[in-house]
């Protein structure tokens, strides 16, 4: 989980690099191909039924939508925020996917969750700095991309029967297209042979982050290992000074400070809910 960690840090690091010099639909596009060279075989080795047979089509298409938004939001976000920035609204998802999740998932949550959820927000108006500078675009796609990804972890709480490679190949094939959509409107010439390498390396680490997490989860339970996902903010402060010499906001550090309090809080409480509900009946907090 760990080394998930850093891989997505240096994925994101690297997106930030590339899209300074290349078309954002260029960028996720070659993104995608680079990672269908890895998902394809895998896929392969599942049956073609797994693409064919899936469960509820309509929220698979939405899942692929809120992805496919996602990802073009961050690599907008962070051509003009600092790392640090971005990740710290992304890192604020998992307290949107418990505020709506009463409403679309059915879940009980209670005053302590409430309470926990009430702090993330605050966390994140924190971060913003509330001031004409919060309502600049940079800074609302930010909170819009950070929206889809929890609408994208939501949706996924509906597909739990779907197989991991199956979820991440209609991820990428939709952002790829996505991006093929866009290439015409900003393709720029492939200036080295690194740039190259790099934008095949993206898609690569990306995956290869995806499948280090995904086997983190099924080698322990998720209570050990997700709360490691915080991790990835050190490391995006660390690849945001060394690449780019982005230093962290005091305002956006105190921010994070809460959205990880409040995250970590609503975590260990559903997990603690958890371990009573197989014990007792289920009941109101």
């Given amino acids: 989980m760990l080394l998930g960690m850093v891989m997505f840090a240096l994925n994101d690091a690297m997106g930030k690099w590339l899209v300074s010099s ?8 070659l993104r995608s191909i680079a990672a269908l060279l890895i ?26 939508v809120f992805s496919t938004a996602e990802v073009f939001c961050f690599y907008y976000a962070v051509m003009y925020l600092p790392l640090a920035d971005v990740m710290t609204y992304w890192l ?10 009463p409403f679309l998932l059915g879940e009980q949550v209670g005053w ?17 700095e509330p001031s004409s500078a919060m309502f600049t675009m940079p800074a609302v796609i930010s909170i819009i991309g950070s ?13 739990r029967g779907t197989p991991d490679s199956t979820l991440v190949f209609f991820q990428v094939v939709g952002a790829g297209l996505a991006g093929l959509a866009f290439v015409p409107f900003d393709w720029a010439p492939i200036a080295s042979s690194r740039d190259l390498l790099l934008l095949g390396l993206l898609g690569i680490v990306a995956m290869s982050a995806h499948m280090l997490v995904n086997r983190a989860l099924k080698m322990s339970d998720a209570a050990t ?29 105190i921010g994070a400070a809460l959205i990880i309090a409040s995250g970590l809080f609503i975590f260990v409480r559903e997990q603690t809910l958890k371990k009573k509900e197989k014990v007792l009946p289920a009941v109101p907090e």
Avoid at 112 to 128: D, E, H, K, Y
Avoid at 233 to 238: F, K, N, Q, R
């Fill in 92 to 101: 604020a998802a998992p307290i949107y996917v418990a505020a709506v999740s």
């Fill in 112 to 128: 302590r969750r409430w309470t926990a959820i009430a702090i993330g927000f605050i966390g994140v108006i924190i971060a913003l």
């Fill in 39 to 64: 998902l394809v075989p895998m896929v392969w080795m599942a049956g073609a039924s797994s693409l064919i047979n899936v469960e509820r089509p309509g929220m698979q298409f939405a899942r692929v």
């Fill in 147 to 159: 929206a889809a990804f929890a609408f994208m972890l939501i949706t996924g709480r509906f597909l």
């Fill in 22 to 29: 290349y078309g954002l639909g260029q960028v996720v596009l």
């Fill in 225 to 253: 290992v997700a709360p490691l996902q915080y991790t990835l903010l050190l490391w995006a402060v660390i690849f945001g000074w060394l690449f780019f010499g982005d230093l962290p906001r005091l305002g956006m550090m």
